[in-house]
């Protein structure tokens, strides 16, 4: 396992900034880092920042959020918000040394995790040298264009949970996002589970661990933990 025991975890977050068409702001959720974040640190991890173009991400509090106790230690910590202000590139960064990725949700994933090379070498650096990808909500988007050296994609025959088709609907954004990840994820051959609207819910299997909703972030992070130190010992 590269690192071993108490190694490092990489939290990949969005630069993506607009909303579709909407003209709407939208970026990586505070929440789907902070509450991983809070896990990793808390079980002895190195954390890392990474996003696709670098420097300071745009960021969501939705609605309820800003009260939530993680949500402000988060953005009140100096040192996470200088990590953050200085995000290095997906290009500059290399996969020596982690353990898992985990890839933060909000809607701006939908936009720029799919298509970004230098993710999709990091998530398939990491899991070939047998460490862990994970993501929440709409993270999973970072997923769906990953291949195995073999040609078939990462999630073909894995079970694999991402925000829901309802989910979206509930919110009115169905026809804003540029595909819609439940049916994306299908199409590439992952076995989709899911709850009710905003219920959490989590998949594991074969290293790769996904949660479907801002909910199941926490719960995500400690099946990763989970999974390494099962490894480790």
């Known amino acids: 396992m590269p690192g071993g025991t108490m190694g490092r975890i990489l939290l990949a977050v969005s ?22 974040y809070r896990v990793f640190v808390d079980a002895g991890y190195e954390v890392d920042f990474v996003s696709v173009r670098g420097g300071l991400p745009p960021a969501v509090v939705f609605d309820g959020e800003e009260n939530d106790p993680e949500v402000q230690a988060y953005l009140a910590d100096e040192t996470i918000q200088a990590a953050l202000a200085a995000t290095p590139p997906a290009s500059e960064v290399s996969a020596e040394g982690y353990d898992a ?13 799919p298509d970004s090379p230098d993710l999709a070498r990091l998530a398939m650096d990491i899991y070939a040298a047998g460490g862990i990808v994970s993501a929440v909500c709409h993270g999973p988007a970072a997923l769906v264009n990953l291949r195995l050296p073999d040609g078939r994609y990462l999630v073909e025959g894995k079970r694999v949970s991402s925000f829901t088709n309802e989910e979206e609907d509930s919110l009115g954004l169905v026809h804003v996002m540029p595909f819609l ?36 972030a926490a719960i995500v992070a400690e099946l990763v933990v989970r999974e390494l130190k099962n490894t480790a010992s």
């Open 15 to 36: 630069s993506h900034d607009v909303l579709g068409d909407t003209g709407q702001p939208t970026g990586y959720s505070v929440s789907e880092a902070a509450h991983p």
């Open 101 to 113: 990725i985990f890839y933060a949700g909000g809607h701006g994933a939908m936009w720029d995790f």
């Open 181 to 216: 990840l439940e049916d994306r994820l299908k199409e590439r051959g992952g076995l989709h589970g899911k709850s009710g609207n905003f219920v959490a819910h989590t998949s594991t299997d074969d290293r790769v661990i996904t949660g479907q909703n801002p909910p199941s």
